[in-house]
């Protein structure tokens, strides 16, 4: 069985979640202009209910470091922490910027250097 991912973002002006499920990734996203606490945690529920899964199916949790608004970050880092807590899974967070720069990457097909 593979790993499913449950994935946060709301560093920006939008909210999205996603799941990674059997090599396949499933994802909302929603426009919520500082509205993000009372947006998330519906769009948490909503993809969780399509992909027929559970919060005890997860194997990892992962959220959007920022840069970003500031709020909005601790939004997901929060929601992100609990969950990875209390179901006792590991937390993955992914830099904003390396997000972008691999979305860049994948359009104009461009080697992206690793300066980590």
């Known amino acids: 069985m593979s790993n499913i991912i449950l994935s946060i973002d709301s560093s920006l002006g939008h909210c999205s979640v996603a ?50 608004n500031f709020t909005s970050i601790r939004i997901a880092a929060s929601i992100a922490h609990s969950l990875g807590i209390s179901l006792n899974i590991p937390i993955i967070s992914i830099s904003t910027l390396a997000i972008m720069a691999e979305k860049a990457q994948r359009k104009y097909k461009k080697k992206i250097f690793n300066f980590y």
């Open 19 to 68: 799941i990674y499920k059997k090599k396949c990734i499933y994802q909302l996203k929603e426009k919520c202009k500082k509205k993000h606490t009372i947006t998330i945690l519906p769009m948490i529920q909503k993809i969780l209910f399509q992909t027929e899964t559970t919060f005890k199916n997860l194997n990892y949790v992962a959220f959007s470091k920022g840069p970003g």
